[in-house]
Nanobody, 123 residues
Framework: QVQLVESGGGSVQAGGSLRLSCVAS????????MGWFRQAPGKSREGVAA?????RSTYYADSVKGRFTISQENTVYLQMNSLKPDDTAMYYC???????????????????WGRGTQVTVSS
């Protein structure tokens, strides 16, 4: 059984930083993507970043490029710098064996999801 557990969320002021972590168990990551998604109240879930092809490729939403960095050791990290109030959301880690390239942010391609960690950025 694949399990994903996120941690690292919290409350920060605009301009601050947080690092999210996702610990995965129950599978061997050798294909597909590990992704970070977020969902704010009243909005649909959106892709933030993904690391694919065993770590060889990374993808980012335009809104976070230059501010967020996804990386993977055994744990998948999302380093978030220069945070803005618009980054406030519940952040989810997910794994999708069919996610790749242009489909990196298609939620339907991700089969396993964590429960999320809340990020709140105040102005």
């Amino acid at each position: 059984q694949v399990q994903l557990v996120e941690s690292g969320g919290g409350s920060v002021q605009a301009g601050g930083s947080l690092r999210l972590s996702c610990v995965a168990s129950g599978y061997t990551y050798s294909s597909g993507c590990m992704g970070w998604f977020r969902q704010a109240p009243g909005k649909s879930r959106e892709g933030v970043a993904a690391i694919c092809d065993g770590g060889r490729s990374t993808y980012y939403a335009d809104s976070v490029k230059g501010r967020f960095t996804i990386s993977q050791e055994n744990t998948v990290y999302l380093q978030m710098n220069s945070l803005k109030p618009d980054d406030t959301a519940m952040y989810y880690c997910a794994y999708g064996s069919r996610a790749e390239g242009p489909r990196w942010n298609w939620t339907t391609y991700y089969s396993y999801w964590g429960r999320g960690t809340q990020v709140t950025v105040s102005s």
